[in-house]
């Protein structure tokens, strides 16, 4: 199945305007990836950073389910669109713990994102002692069931599995794990969508970095990385590019 591999950052709540010298750095040194690259840093720089790149793509890290309105502090998709985002994280496992957002919630901000004709990169993943419990393909897969609206496309949606014990930690499932939790998510997702689940592409996410990139990506359908930490360097997201590209 011919999915081109994506390389996705995600800043999380860390960027100064100086920090936009990192795409500079990462375009100089990846000027034309045989992958796609995507940066979600922090909603205030959102513009300045799709002004400033050429190959890489630009996303937000949550939005509304709301097109507009009286909610004050939060980002409409077609806020975020009109920055020039052409994507957006929902779900992710921060959103979800710090501010209690629910499938339902994820649900709703995944058609938010399609109606502003952005990418939803819908997060799902397990924590660590509901893989203890042997829980987690039962998890990963009612989150999928909650999360994933129909309607789900390989052009309008990407899966990023991030088991929560993972993010941040140094700690990575093994490589025979990741790809029963892939081949798991293929499956449910082709169950529920159809032919179509083939061309969504399902990134895996969790302590990914340079030394490490390259064995994930070889993994059964596993076809990019969700990169927080080491995607704030060039040097370090460079060293997943090219593995992306390689793979
Ligand atoms: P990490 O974060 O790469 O720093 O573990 C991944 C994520 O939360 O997307």
Redesign the pocket.
């Known amino acids: 199945m011919g999915r081109r591999k994506l390389a996705a950052g995600?800043w999380?709540m860390n960027g100064v305007k100086a920090a936009l010298g990192e795409i500079t750095a990462l375009e100089a040194a990846h000027p034309a990836p045989d992958c796609d690259v995507l940066i979600c840093p922090p909603a205030t720089l959102v513009a300045a950073m799709a002004d400033a790149a050429k190959v890489i793509s630009v996303g937000g890290q949550d939005c509304h389910a709301a097109a507009s309105g009286a909610h004050t502090g939060d980002i409409a998709a077609e806020l975020l669109a009109d920055a020039g985002a052409s994507a957006v994280?929902v779900g992710?496992?921060?959103r979800r713990a710090d501010h209690g957002e629910t499938d339902a919630d994820v649900n709703a901000k995944a058609q938010a994102a399609w109606r502003a004709g952005l990418i939803a990169i819908i997060?799902v993943g397990e924590t660590e002692a509901q893989r203890d419990a042997g829980q987690a393909l039962a998890v990963v897969g009612g989150q999928m069931a909650g999360s994933i609206p129909q309607g789900a496309t390989g052009a309008n949606t990407v899966i990023?599995y991030?088991p929560v014990w993972?993010?941040?930690?140094?700690k990575v499932p093994t490589l025979a794990d990741i790809a029963q939790m892939h081949d798991h998510m293929r499956a449910v997702l082709g169950a529920s969508h159809g032919a179509e689940a083939d061309a969504v592409r399902f990134l895996y996410?969790?302590?990914?970095?340079p030394g490490n990139a390259a064995e994930i990506f070889a993994v059964s359908n596993v076809d990019g990385a969700?990169?927080?930490?080491?995607?704030l360097k060039a040097a370090d997201f460079g060293g997943i590019v090219a593995a992306a590209s390689e793979g």
């Open positions: 995600n999380k994280i992710h496992s921060e997060c990023a991030e993972a993010i941040g930690t140094g996410g969790g302590s990914v970095k969700l990169v927080g930490g080491a995607s």
